[in-house]
């Protein structure tokens, strides 16, 4: 991660906190700064989905330049999954909750979804690369009519105030990154993912654009692609999709 110090823009309400972190990004911003917002209007999650986003929650975006090498960049979704992971679990009560991540870079507090995470990139004009994690915390408000099952904070019993989750959601996330060392150390990063991941050794579903795969996960390879094994033994490595962990707190595709 680059040696800048954290830097704050603290917003009312926006768009997407992604895109204001790449708008600063193509106005010529250096990086490692957070953009969080007490609302989003137009907030969206992975394939474009929708993220419901009222007050109560935490909307963070933090903006990366060149944050590694383009081939160690397919590693970032899951060290943005541990560092917030390993943030939320610094916070008073969470301790008491089992607080796992599902591939890629869901959070679940207790089997049920709580953060999600969506990473975008763009090239700038002047040859940078931007890459912006995005985080939406439930702390106050959950969602309704979601395809699995979702909680929040409060509803687990973690009474730390949005900010305070900011705090240690910045803080877990800053910290992976530097354990991650722009890449040359991801097998680290991996090896905490896997130490906290859910679903390891269960059956489950992956939903792909053009295919739905069955399969037990197994394990991550070296690059973070999931390892499915099937009846017959055979074995696929995927790097992108939507887990379902079948028979998992009512998890189903």
């Not at 700064?33 to 986003?53: F, H, K, M």
């Not at 069955?214 to 939507?242: P, Q």
């Amino acid at each position: 991660m680059s040696r800048l110090p954290r830097r704050h823009l603290a917003l009312d309400e926006v768009g997407s906190t992604n895109v204001v972190a790449l708008d600063a990004a193509r106005a010529g911003d250096p990086g490692s700064l957070w953009v969080t917002a007490e609302r989003q209007s137009a907030g969206r999650g992975r394939r474009a989905r929708p993220w419901v986003s009222e007050r109560g929650n935490l909307y963070a975006s933090l903006l990366l330049i060149d944050p590694a090498g383009m081939v160690d960049l397919q590693n970032l979704p899951l060290v943005a999954a541990v560092g917030v992971r390993n943030g939320l679990a610094t916070l008073e009560g969470a301790a008491r909750r089992d607080i796992r991540i599902k591939w890629p870079n869901d959070i679940l507090v207790n089997g049920r979804k709580c953060v999600g995470i969506l990473l975008e990139s763009e090239r700038l004009s002047d040859g940078r690369f931007a890459i912006v994690i995005g985080c939406g915390v439930n702390v106050e408000n959950v969602p309704d009519d979601t395809p699995y099952p979702v909680t929040g904070l409060r509803r687990e019993g973690v009474t730390a105030s949005v900010s305070d989750v900011f705090a240690a959601l910045a803080t877990g996330v800053e910290q992976a990154l530097a354990l991650w060392q722009r890449g040359r150390n991801f097998s680290a990063v991996r090896q905490t993912w896997i130490d906290h991941a859910a679903g390891i050794g269960m059956p489950c579903t992956v939903r792909m654009n053009n295919a739905v795969i069955e399969g037990t996960f197994v394990d991550l390879d070296d690059t973070g692609r999931l390892i499915l094994a099937d009846d017959s033994g055979g074995r696929r490595s995927i790097s992108a999709g939507d887990l379902f962990l079948l028979g998992s707190s009512g998890d189903a595709p």
